[in-house]
Structure formats: C-alpha cells, structure tokens
C-alpha cells in the first residue's frame, strides 16, 4: 500500500523542545533545552513507522545538535533545512523547498508533505504558500493564537507532540485535505 503522506517536516523550538528551558550562549546558539513531553516518542515512532521526516527550522546549526543529539534524536532526520545554511528564514519557502528537493519530492507532491510546528507565521504561512499540509502545535504560551490572515490558518491544530501520530494515522485512513479548490492556493 502506497502512502498518502511522502513527508513530515517539523519545527523544533516550542514544537519539540521547550524554548523556556533553554540554555543559550552568548552568541544566541542554543546550548541545551528540555524536549516538550510526548515529542521524542513521537518523533520515533513516525521514523519506526517509515516515513521520511526534514528538520526545518530557523536558528544556527548548533542548536539543533545541542538540543536534539543529547535525546538521540538529530540523526533520526532524514533531512535538514535549517536557516543558518539555507540563508533566509521561515516563512520564506525556500526553506521548506530546500528539504522537499533533498527528499526528492517535486511542487506535484507538496500537498502529500506535512509540516507542523508551532508559529503561525512562520511554520504554518510558510507551508500553507507551498501547498504543504500545515499542522499548528498550539502548546506554547509565547506565541500567537490568533491568525493574522488566511496564510497563517492551519489545517489541523494539534495540543501536544503526540496527538501528531494520531493525526498522521488519519490522515493516511482518511485520505488528505488539501486539494485544488483550496482558496490560499489562488
């Protein structure tokens, strides 16, 4: 059985590690966080399950080895688009399309990607302009809630890491939701 979901990029900051917790040096590189509860799980368990998983996130590289290797969950991506190497930052598509073009995934296939993370406007306005099937993680308090405009409306909303494996286990059942008529796509 093929599945419908080629891809899952994810966030990092509020949407796996808990930005209150982290411990930043001078130079803002963030030197270790706490992950949020539910998130290492989830991340192994969408890796056991098969699919290819992008970090794609916005901060300097040694951030995300700082936070993530320590839980032996940095090496479990498939891929990276990481602002300090791409050279722009969410929302700007780049970024996402850096990850899709390492997974070999063409514009013809994006509404089969999902991308979660926690900003609506970054991870959610960023993929909503791809075609990318965006979840919001509403579980941090520093954050908007309120949707600025239509790009920054997600697909699916979600309160903590975990409820992604559900998620990601409907979707495949009943099939994916972002179609043509989709109106942000105009």
């Excluded at 700082?66 to 688009?81: I, K």
Aim: aromatic share 6%; proline share 5%; net charge negative.
């Amino acid at each position: 059985m093929q599945r419908k979901i080629r891809a899952i990029c994810l966030d990092c900051g509020d949407t796996l590690i808990d930005e209150a917790t982290e411990v930043k040096s001078a130079g803002d590189i963030s030197l270790a966080a706490e992950l949020i509860p539910g998130a290492a799980e989830t991340v192994r368990t969408l890796k056991e399950r098969g699919y290819p998983l992008a970090l794609v996130a916005d901060g300097p590289v040694a951030t995300f080895t700082n936070n993530l290797g320590p839980y032996g969950l940095y090496e479990l991506f498939d891929v990276y688009a990481i602002s300090e190497e791409v050279g722009v930052s969410k929302p700007d598509v780049r970024m996402f399309t850096r990850a899709l073009e390492q997974l070999n995934i063409g514009p013809d296939e994006y509404s089969r990607v999902v991308m979660v993370g926690n900003h609506l406007g970054r991870d959610i306005a960023g993929a909503n302009r791809l075609g990318l099937v965006s979840v919001w993680l509403d579980w941090s308090p520093r954050r908007s809630k309120i949707p600025a405009d239509v790009w920054e409306q997600p697909d699916y909303t979600i309160h903590t890491p975990l409820e992604l494996v559900a998620l990601v286990a409907r979707l495949e059942a009943e099939g994916m939701t972002r179609g043509q008529d989709d109106k942000r796509k105009g």
